[in-house]
């Protein structure tokens, strides 16, 4: 999938909905405040950081998309938001990104991700002592959710349980995960219906 052609179009009403929930359910799962920094892994437009930049200090937002950070860049020069750092990057380019921080989330983003075993294991050497890790993922399905992208080569989905071994075996302690949010899309005139849960780690 390549997200520079689906940019300047991504941000819909459903999307915006979905990342407001998102947004309230990290916020009230881990402890942070106006001193803690954090980064978005696979920021997007900035969908969700849009609605969590005054919880903290700074956001770093991360992604590997041109077309997305240019839809990001215009965001936050139109709503003149001063601690929103974007960085177009590959986030295991170590000279790149040379900083850590207390607070890593993603919304969305892991499914895409063909090793998870190693970018948790990133996510941890980005991660300061006592931070959290936030991971909002679709629940296991049958692939149909990404049925119209046929170049799709990631998960269907993560079992949460397998997830959580993996967080575990990184090294992540106080894990915990629900399934929150419940909806569904229309493909090729066939209803999908999708589910999505949030995991929280502490390092």
Known sequence: MSF?????????????????IISKEIIDLIDINNTSTAMEFGCGTGLISFNLYDKFKNITLIDSSKGMIDVLNSKIHEYKVGNMIPLKLDIFNEEALD???????????????KDTQVIIKRFYELINKDGYLCIVDLNEE???????????????????????????????RDIESK???????????????????????KK
Do not use: C
């Open 142 to 172: 049958d692939g149909k959710f990404h049925k119209e992208y046929p170049d799709f080569d990631g998960h269907n989905g993560f079992n949460q349980e397998k997830l959580k071994g993996i967080l575990s075996s990184e090294g992540f």
């Open 4 to 20: 520079d052609d689906y940019a300047k179009n991504w941000d819909t009403d459903k999307r915006i909905n979905r990342a407001k």
């Open 99 to 113: 900083k850590t921080f207390d607070v890593i989330y993603n919304s969305m983003v892991l499914h895409h991700i």
């Open 179 to 201: 399934t929150f949010f419940y909806d569904k899309k229309i493909i090729d005139g066939e209803e999908v219906n999708y589910s999505l849960f949030l995991i929280k780690a």
